[in-house]
């Protein structure tokens, strides 16, 4: 059967968080790399559909094309491995040490694809052109938007990654729930859409998207970028990916002690 089964699903988390806590550094920043510059990709995708169409739910239904690849190849998105890498930690496969190497080095890797994708990208457009005002307008909006509203937009920005990263994190384990291509590519389509589509913070679109943004012409500094959006941002992804995703799903469907088989692993 193509369909797997939630707690076989527990037990491909804890093994997939164990194998990127193993991962050298120099494995994390390329991986890292790709995935920043393939959610950009993805990004510029989704405005350009919703510039064609002015729906910006077009935007939504495409933008997950860029989180699919990612997957399927393997590489490194610092927002998922925060929902799976503590788990590892959690079973004993893993150290905290390990923890923060991964999600550093993951995240460096993150910065540097998504940063090289903005220059990349902003050589294409004219100055003025429909797409270099929509990214000035939305990395204003993810940054000043926010600071206007002082405490209230700290906050904002925060519950709105929190949101954001239950999905995306629960795209990454519903790729475990299908051994097939077209399985997992259906599954992780669902909740990707979903946190787009509603306007949701997340770390490494926003790694893209606030740099682009700025350099076309967004009145943004690299100040304004991290404390009205990163920085709360990142902290809000990691609860809701950690607490939602990861160890919500662990305490679910993960057998306890008693009911584990005899002599062998959990299931």
């Known amino acids: 059967m193509s369909y797997v089964r939630p707690d076989a699903v527990v037990q491909q988390m804890v093994e997939a968080g164990a194998a990127k806590a193993q991962l050298r550094p120099r494995e994390l920043v390329l991986r890292g790399f790709l995935s920043g510059a393939l959610l950009g990709f993805a990004t510029t995708l989704a405005f350009t559909a919703t510039l064609q169409t002015r729906i910006p739910l077009a935007g939504a239904l495409v933008f997950p094309a860029g989180f699919v690849m990612i997957v399927l190849l393997g590489l490194e998105l610092v927002t998922g491995n925060f929902a799976l890498v503590p788990l590892a930690v959690l079973e004993g496969r893993a150290r905290w040490t390990h ?18 994708y903005a220059l990349l990208f902003a050589a294409t457009m004219g100055p003025g052109s429909p797409m270099a005002q929509q990214l000035a307008t939305v990395a204003e909006a993810k940054t000043a938007g926010y600071a206007q509203l002082g405490w209230v937009g700290l906050r904002a920005a925060f519950v709105k990654a929190v949101l954001c990263n239950w999905m995306v994190t629960l795209g990454v384990v519903l790729s ?8 997992k590519i259906a599954a992780m389509w669902l909740p990707i859409l979903t946190f787009f589509g509603q306007g949701f913070e997340h770390s490494v679109v926003n790694l893209f ?3 682009a943004g700025m350099l076309s012409g967004a009145p943004v500094s690299v100040a304004d970028w991290w404390l009205w959006n990163q920085v709360p941002v990142t902290a809000g992804n990691v609860v809701g990916g950690l607490a939602f995703t990861g160890l919500g799903l662990y305490a679910a469907h993960r057998p306890s002690a008693v009911d584990r088989p005899q002599g062998g692993p959990a299931a």
């Open 99 to 116: 923890l923060c190497r991964n999600w550093s080095w993951a995240f460096l890797g993150n910065l540097l694809g998504a940063v090289s």
């Open 176 to 183: 475990f729930t299908s051994h097939s291509t077209s399985g």
């Open 209 to 211: 998207v606030i740099p």
